[in-house]
């Protein structure tokens, strides 16, 4: 195809435009963002994006490799130098274009993959000691230009297969799934419990840095395809497994998450003012609780603390300033090192006051005669021998605990698959922790189920559940062409 | 979907709506909840099913007008729809031929009571319900109680109807008269807290149906979570219903205070905008 071959003239002509050498020598584009304490104190998105020119200088980085290591470090494998290329030679739309051929949520992506873990992890220059082409900051570039312009080019979709399929879920694994599975010619519905499209991408992940306008572009983009939707439709109790067969549905593939927030059972944690980061982030994110006109409450906090070290914790301590708190704290039991949050979060959490104190861990909440929780006893920590993960396990310093003042505590310690659905289906084999057991096919112990992401993972990332629903539509319409 | 087919004023501040939601219709059993948004910008509530029509496709729903959602709710009319019911939600009943069950009803939980009392009644129980208010004009659905029991046992604090007195006189009366086999009681948690003391004493096994606070309903948020028997537990999956002897009631009504101040300021705000006393 013109867009993606390599060899096509008017991309080796670009590769001979420039010399290896000079590619190399150019600076990374820095993002362009609000400023830390105007952004605090507002829910705008905080990264603003490349403009044209910054776009083209980036695009010029990239060597276009005979052998990109790039696409190996991307979970749903785009093409990167293709579409990097089209943006070099100042085609944007058709750069969309070759996102569009492998991912559903190219401007979901670009914005929230955790790419100097995957595609720019493995990109050439930092094998020379320079910073990698900033491929994610491209890939928002494309997916906004393509959305912006009004002009959103729909995939090519195969002639109808005649076979309905159903997905349980609508988060990135789901979202990721219908599109492949459409393409392909398959009569798509999906299944969401809640009363919106998008999963996590809606209720938990904020607006600062996924806008949910954002989240239905795409959306809009599916249905153009002939995905269906069904909201508030729980699979297992509105509907059955056994109703989905008599309805005439030949697959379903189950995406439902792993939505169960994790507690830590200690003494006081269910004082008024401690709760989830999925309570926290669902009542703002979700049902508005922070605007006027909106009917859900949310407690506001002066001093908030959130205990744990991941992206939901950055997610939910900025929420915190951004709803009032004049000290917002992140307590995580190792160092900063060890957090699974991306860099550029606790970047941008710093940037907008938040305190980190490492090294602690909660071990009580103590409440007022009202049973609010107003303080929370820390314990020191420091960090001993490696553990199974290979990180460097925490332990207790004796006798060294303090005493902090907070009114609320948001708990962020990660969540467990919800059994839900597993429960509710006869014969699917389920493994201790609760995710559904999958062959390297994502094929469950019941040949027409197949299943992917936070349900198969226990709580990962949106690419990764990406990644399983485009292997999973690959493996299901093999299974179901009898090949 | 999700219109409201008909309506009825059960007391002033009381209303019952059946609402279309077929396939709900179907699969709910006794003692499932639905959660409901009434409008675009509404919270999510949780509401019992009082019953449901399978061929008309509908459910029936009781709302008592406490804040700004349930009196958004009331005001709804004949014909409207509800922007979000999802379910059936949470654990059925657990129903099976136990011999005498009371069942224990405070106000408008006699609404969700009303499945359970059939289904026990059915499942060859002798049923005694006791219907507990204020006052006589808060006794709810009590011909249709009176349809599904045994007998029926009118208590109200004033004496304006039936006995004067608490639920908690009415069943002690029972349990005294007769050997009790079960009792489920649903209503306000102190009313529930003080059934489960009261059947305690006696040893009567005691399931309440627990209403906390609730978002999503489903298990993924943890804000309806209650302490049973010394472990934390999510009402909306694990539930609603409990052993009533080993739920945590003080902490229960401690957490459904948590925003309190909040839902007063809303509801003053909307009385005032919609000329409500």
């Not at chain 1, 060294?400 to 839900?420: Q, R």
């Not at chain 2, 059946?18 to 006794?30: Q, T």
């Not at chain 2, 050997?179 to 209503?187: P, R």
Request: aromatic share 6%.
């Amino acid at each position: 195809m013109e867009l993606t071959d390599r060899n096509a003239a008017w991309r080796e002509e670009l590769r001979k435009s420039i010399k290896a050498k000079e590619r190399s020598g150019f600076t990374r584009v820095a993002m362009n963002e609000l400023d830390g304490e105007y952004r605090s104190h507002n829910s705008e998105e905080v990264n603003l994006g490349l403009t044209e020119e910054q776009a083209l200088a980036e695009s010029k980085r990239c060597l276009d490799c005979l052998n990109p290591g790039c696409i190996t470090g991307c979970p749903v494998g785009i093409d990167i130098p293709a579409f990097i290329k089209n943006i070099e030679r100042g085609h944007f739309a058709d750069a969309a274009k070759v996102l569009k051929m492998t991912s559903s949520l190219p401007a979901v992506c670009g914005r929230v993959c955790p790419q100097e873990k995957q595609c720019e992890s493995k990109c050439i220059h930092l094998k020379m000691g320079k910073p990698a082409v900033a491929i994610g900051y491209l890939e928002r570039f494309a997916a906004d230009y393509e959305r912006k312009s009004g002009e959103a080019s729909v995939p090519e979709i195969a002639a109808p297969k005649g076979k309905k399929i159903a997905v349980v879920g609508s988060g990135p694994a789901g979202l990721s799934f219908s599109g492949d599975m459409a393409k392909l010619g398959y009569d798509v519905t999906v299944f969401e419990a809640l009363h919106e499209i998008g999963g996590v991408l809606k209720y938990g992940i904020p607006e600062f840095r996924l806008p949910n306008s954002i989240v239905d572009g795409e959306i809009a983009n599916l249905e153009k395809m002939g995905v269906k939707f069904v909201k508030d439709c729980i699979i297992g109790k509105t509907l059955s497994f056994d109703d989905l067969k008599a309805d005439g549905f030949e697959g379903v593939f189950v995406a439902s998450g792993a939505g169960l927030p994790n507690f830590m059972g200690i003494k006081g944690e269910n004082l008024i003012g401690v709760m989830s980061s999925n309570e926290y982030l669902t009542r703002v994110n979700l049902l508005g609780a922070a605007r006027e006109d909106f009917d859900t409450p949310v407690l506001r906090g002066k001093r908030v603390a959130v205990i744990g070290g991941g992206n939901t914790a950055m997610d939910s301590v900025r929420t915190a300033r951004r709803l009032g708190a004049e000290t917002a704290m992140i307590v995580y039991r190792r160092s900063e090192e060890e957090m699974p949050a991306r860099l550029e979060e606790v970047h941008h959490a710093k940037q907008e006051g938040v305190i980190f104190k490492t090294l602690h861990n909660p071990i009580e909440y103590y409440g007022d005669e009202k049973g609010r929780v107003k303080q929370m006893l820390l314990q020191n920590m420091e960090l001993g021998e490696p553990d199974a993960s290979g990180r460097r396990r925490p332990v207790p310093v004796e006798g060294a605990t303090e005493l902090v003042d907070v009114d609320l505590v948001i708990v962020s310690v990660g969540v467990s698959p919800n059994p839900l659905i597993p429960k509710s289906v006869n014969g699917l084999e389920v493994s201790k922790k609760g995710t559904i057991v999958v062959n390297e096919e994502m094929q469950s112990s019941i040949p027409t189920v197949f299943a992917g992401g936070d349900i198969v993972r226990g709580g990962a990332t949106v690419i990764l559940a990406m990644g399983d629903g485009r292997k999973a539509a690959a493996a299901m319409d093999e299974y179901l062409s009898g090949k | 979907m999700n219109k409201i087919v008909s309506k009825e004023f059960y007391s002033e501040n009381v209303a019952m709506l059946e609402v279309e939601a077929p396939l709900i219709a179907k699969s709910r059993r006794a003692g499932h909840f639905v959660i409901v948004r009434v409008d675009e910008n509404g919270e999510r509530i949780p509401l019992t099913i009082s019953s449901s029509d399978v061929e008309k496709g509908t459910i029936t729903l009781v709302v008592q007008r406490i804040g700004v959602s349930s009196a958004k709710l009331c005001a709804k009319q004949v014909g409207e729809c509800l922007a979000d019911v999802v379910g059936p939600l949470g654990k059925a009943t657990h129903i099976e031929n136990f011999g005498t069950v009371v069942c224990a009803c405070g106000g408008v939980g006699t609404a969700p009571m009303l499945p359970i009392a059939a289904a026990m009644r059915a499942a060859g129980n002798k049923v005694v319900s006791v219907l507990a208010a204020r006052t006589k004009e808060l006794i709810i659905l009590e011909e249709q109680m009176r349809a599904v029991s045994d007998e029926v046992i009118i208590m109200t604090d004033d004496g304006s109807y039936g006995n004067k007195g608490l639920v908690t006189n009415g069943v002690e009366d029972v349990i005294k008269r007769e050997k009790v086999d079960m009792c489920v009681t649903i209503g306000p948690a102190i009313m529930m807290k003080f059934v489960a003391l009261l059947t305690q004493k006696y040893n009567v096994p005691t399931i309440a149906s627990l209403n906390t606070i609730m978002v999503d309903g489903t298990g993924m948020c943890g804000a309806c979570r209650v302490t049973v028997d010394g472990q934390t537990k999510f009402v909306c999956v694990d539930g609603p219903e409990f052993d009533a002897h080993k739920v945590n009631f003080d902490e229960m009504m401690s957490r459904l205070g948590s925003y309190k101040e909040q839902e007063r300021e809303a509801y003053d705000r909307y009385k005032k905008e919609h000329n409500l006393g």
